[in-house]
């Protein structure tokens, strides 16, 4: 099946700055990537994702990059604000799975 | 937005005891998916439902655990005699296709 790995686990940035949050997957047959953002005590909330076709995707802030080839793909957060701070998590499908697989998660720290 | 409602928010059980964990899926929704996240962990799929069927379910998803959409509206989880490992927050998420899943705010529940 999927692993999904996710660097760092903890991601401390000073308001204003940029940051990087990064995802290795194992299963070439997956073909979509989202990226979820969790709040304390509500659901993951999806902000971006991205197939398998695309190699980088922008929404405002917020870009997506993949790497087939090295099966990786990364969350840029540019302009980082207070409310920022959250767990990100990374997942991936595909290959005929129904089922997501998350990464273990990254709590992202803005320090104002 | 459209949102999946969850309830309830708390549910705490006696071990051994058989729990429901209800969701409303957006009206439009065809796939209905439960994850859980034990605290501090990563969010893990459990099951898949299509068609008034299972399509997928992980290793977690054992016999102690059954799914059905009795009423075509509600999307309930049951665990048939809850353990202390059950201890976890559950997450309702449903899709109107393979991808771009909407997460409810999820049920925690607490096996004493």
């Known amino acids: 099946g999927e692993n999904v790995e996710q660097h760092p686990s903890t991601l401390s940035v000073q308001e204003g700055d940029s940051a990087v949050i990064k995802c290795t997957y194992s299963?070439?047959?997956?073909?979509?990537f989202p990226w979820y953002k969790q709040e304390l005590g509500k659901g993951p909330q999806l902000i971006i994702d991205?197939?398998?076709?695309?190699g980088e995707k922008k929404d405002q802030r917020i870009a997506v990059t993949l790497n087939k080839t090295a099966k990786h793909f990364s969350l840029h957060i540019t302009e980082t604000q207070p409310e920022d701070s959250a767990v990100y998590f990374c997942?991936?499908?595909?290959?005929?799975?129904?089922?997501?697989?998350f990464g273990k998660g990254t709590h992202l720290i803005i320090q104002p | 937005e459209p949102e999946v409602t969850q309830t309830p928010s708390h549910q705490v059980t006696q071990m051994g005891q058989e729990v429901i964990l209800r969701c409303v899926p957006i009206?439009?929704?065809?796939?209905f998916y439960w994850y859980r996240q034990i605290l501090g962990q990563k969010v893990e799929f459990l099951v898949s439902?299509?068609?008034?069927?299972?399509?997928?379910k992980s290793e977690i998803f054992d016999d102690q655990f059954s799914v059905e959409r009795p009423d075509g509206s509600n999307f309930t989880l049951k665990i048939r005699s809850t353990k202390l490992e059950d201890s976890a927050m559950y997450f309702c998420?449903?899709?109107?296709?393979?991808?771009?899943?909407?997460f409810g705010s999820g049920t925690r529940l607490t096996i004493v």
């Open positions: 998420a449903t899709s109107w296709g393979n991808y771009g899943y909407t």
């Open positions: 299963d070439s047959a997956s073909n979509y």
């Open positions: 991205i197939r398998s076709n695309v």
């Open positions: 997942a991936a499908i595909g290959g005929g799975a129904d089922g997501l697989t």
């Open positions: 009206s439009n929704h065809l796939y």
């Open positions: 439902f299509y068609n008034n069927e299972i399509s997928e």
